[in-house]
Nanobody, 126 residues
Framework: QVQLAESGGGLVQAGGSLRLSCAAS????????MGWFRQTPGKEREFVAA???????LYVDSVKGRFIISRDNAEKTVTLQMNSLKAEDTAVYYC????????????????????WGQGTTVTVSS
């Protein structure tokens, strides 16, 4: 089992920045690929970014060049640095973990993730 807890959400003006953190506890964090998803009311949860065990990264097109995902295996954390925020980035952001037997694998489908945090709310005012 892996337990995940997000933090860092809040209210920010358009053009501003926020840094989300996800703290993991439980089994060996370095064996898991990690991801961030987001969801707005009435919409499906969507993929935002993923990081594999080798710290290779993958982003949805809408956040490329603005968001950065990173991980610290020693601290068992994954972060999402969000810059140049837009109103359309407003959502509840979820951290997720997927056990990965291959270090180079990314996962962008939520069905691939077995563990989820409770979410943290990001509100971007325009």
């Amino acid at each position: 089992q892996v337990q995940l807890a997000e933090s860092g959400g809040g209210l920010v003006q358009a053009g501003g920045s926020l840094r989300l953190s996800c703290a993991a506890s439980g089994r060996t964090f370095s064996n898991y690929a990690m991801g961030w998803f987001r969801q707005t009311p009435g919409k499906e949860r969507e993929f935002v970014a993923a990081i594999n065990r080798n710290s290779g990264t993958l982003y949805v097109d809408s956040v490329k060049g603005r968001f950065i995902i990173s991980r610290d295996n020693a601290e068992k954390t994954v972060t999402l640095q969000m810059n140049s925020l837009k109103a359309e980035d407003t959502a509840v952001y979820y951290c997720a973990a997927a056990y990965s037997g291959y270090s180079g694998t990314y996962y962008r489908n939520q069905a691939d993730y077995g563990f989820w945090g409770q979410g943290t709310t990001v509100t971007v005012s325009s």
